[in-house]
């Protein structure tokens, strides 16, 4: 019984910590104007988050795989339906149809 009171008492603690933590940034900045620098640079905040959370999953070559990696030609066939197209809806639709094509058409062995 102790062992899970300290657990939830760590949950609670870091829940806590994490949202005073978003909340002193916002209370912060709720009656200032934020420094144009600031705002400028957290423009680009959301787009390297995606590109950090996306970019490794696409470039990481499975365990004992060939040289081909379709995750690599699926994200580029997104890339340019996003370029053209500028939906949302029709680059993950025509990402994802190209990974399964490109999947199903190449032997376990070269994945």
């Known amino acids: 019984m102790e062992g899970a009171l300290k657990l939830w ?17 916002i209370a912060f900045f709720a009656r200032r104007a934020m420094p144009p620098m600031l705002e400028r640079a957290l ?29 690599i030609v699926a994200a580029l066939v997104a890339g340019v339906v996003a370029w053209s197209t500028r939906s949302t809806l029709k680059t993950l639709v ?3 149809v190209a990974l399964w094509l490109l999947q199903w058409g190449v032997p376990p062995a070269h994945l």
């Open 94 to 96: 025509a990402g994802m």
């Open 9 to 25: 008492i760590v949950i609670v603690a870091v829940g806590v910590l994490n949202y005073l933590s978003r909340m002193s940034f």
């Open 43 to 71: 423009r680009y905040v959301p787009a390297a988050m995606l590109a950090a959370l996306i970019v490794p999953m696409i470039a990481a070559v499975p365990a004992g795989a060939g040289h081909f990696n379709p995750r």
